[in-house]
């Protein structure tokens, strides 16, 4: 079955680049997200990406896809104490028409000065 | 901006009491999901509805039920609260084809 997995922690210090990681198993996705949630509030979508696309970049924010290794990342540029957050990568969920999505376990980013 | 809201922020039941969680959305979105979150588990779905009085079961169905009376409003209805259900609800909607919006979540603490 569908499966989208990221590591649990990152830690990076002020003003360095993140670099959160993601797999995900069904090759036919169409959509990948990249949502924020942070500190007592509900998800938020970041950014997304459309499978015909390698790599989409958004200000401090870059995605890139590896279609062939089911690989995706998120990279924050100039990382600053706001983006403490956790990141869930989530991919569509082919078989529904509902829009249904299947998240990751969600990677908690803290920021070290 | 699509706005979602939920009935509570906080809140505390006692073992066997019957909990209802409400969520509301204003965007007309025919599809509404019920996910809970727990550290390490990330989101796990219980229920979601893709039209008036329509519901289907999540990954984790057990211990709950829905329901979905008008197209704005989903209710998760938690037949006898056990401690085993203190967790963060999020509701979330979206149209067919699009991403999911999601409400600010409700800490639930079952004693």
């Known amino acids: 079955g569908e499966d989208v997995e990221q590591s649990l922690f990152l830690s990076v210090r002020e003003g360095d680049s993140s670099v959160i990681n993601c797999t995900y198993t069904d090759s036919s996705s169409t959509y990948l997200y990249w949502y924020k949630q942070e500190p007592g509030a509900g998800l938020q979508l970041l950014t997304y990406i459309f499978s015909n696309m390698d790599m989409k970049q958004d200000q401090r924010l870059t995605v890139l896809l590896n279609k062939k290794d089911k690989h995706l990342s998120l990279r924050i540029a100039d990382t600053q104490t706001g983006d403490s957050a956790i990141y869930f990568c989530?991919?569509?969920?082919?078989?529904?028409?509902?829009?249904?999505?299947?998240f990751g376990s969600g990677t908690r980013l803290s920021i070290r000065p | 901006d699509v706005k979602v809201t939920q009935s509570s922020r906080y809140l505390v039941k006692r073992t066997g009491e019957k909990v209802f969680l409400e969520c509301v959305q204003d965007?007309?979105?025919?599809?509404m999901f019920w996910y809970r979150q727990d550290p390490g588990l990330g989101l796990r779905l219980i229920y979601f509805?893709?039209?008036?009085?329509?519901?289907e079961k999540g990954d984790i169905p057990e211990g709950y039920s829905v329901s979905r009376e008008k197209k704005e409003r989903f209710s998760l209805i938690l037949e006898s609260a056990s401690t085993n259900q203190t967790s963060m609800y999020l509701c979330a909607t979206g149209s067919s084809g699009d991403t999911q919006y999601f409400g600010p979540g409700t800490r639930l603490t079952v004693l």
């Open positions: 509805s893709y039209d008036v009085k329509m519901k």
């Open positions: 989530a991919e569509r969920d082919r078989r529904s028409s509902a829009s249904k999505i299947i």
């Open positions: 965007m007309d979105h025919e599809n």
